[in-house]
């Protein structure tokens, strides 16, 4: 009986250690993940300015379209081009809220990334 539970308890301890042995291969693979995380958050913030730039491009093209027409007197056309102004102020208000929200998002990022760094090494420093 004594050693049963002698065995079991080796195995316990072998077990255990192996678990504890490779948190350092976890820690590099959380890095990995922080940092393809932050490429896709910058991806992502390029392509907000990107339609962030082509809204307001679209937004000047609809404001002079609204001009000609009321110079040329076609109020229904200029009606349909002052909708699509309306609409495109919704989407640059919108592009402006992601890229807020993926400013914050990419800082956070940097932080955590940087503060998980820091334990990495902070753990592997010879003691003595």
Same mark, same amino acid.
């Given at each position: 009986? @004594? ?5 079991? %308890? ?10 504890? &042995? ?6 590099? +693979?959380? %890095?990995?993940?922080? +940092? ?5 958050? =910058? ?9 962030? @730039?082509?809204?307001?491009? $679209? ?11 009321? +110079?040329? &007197? ?5 009606? =349909?081009?002052?909708? $699509? ?28 990334? =940087?503060? $998980? @760094?820091? $334990?990495?090494? +902070? ?6």
């Amino acid at each position: 009986m @004594r050693r049963r539970i002698l065995t079991l %308890l080796c195995f316990a301890v072998l077990g255990s250690a192996f678990a504890l &042995g490779q948190d350092n291969q976890n820690d590099r +693979r959380d %890095l990995r993940r922080d +940092r393809r995380d932050l490429r896709h958050d =910058r991806f992502d913030r390029h392509q907000d300015r990107r339609d962030f @730039r082509n809204d307001r491009r $679209d937004l000047r093209s609809d404001r002079r379209d609204v001009r000609n027409d009321l +110079r040329n &007197g076609d109020r229904r056309d200029a009606a =349909r081009d002052r909708r $699509d102004i309306r609409d495109d102020k919704r989407d640059l208000r919108g592009d402006r809220r992601d890229l807020r929200s993926d400013r914050r998002d990419i800082h956070y990022d940097r932080r955590v990334r =940087r503060s $998980d @760094r820091r $334990d990495l090494h +902070r753990d592997h420093r010879p003691r003595g």
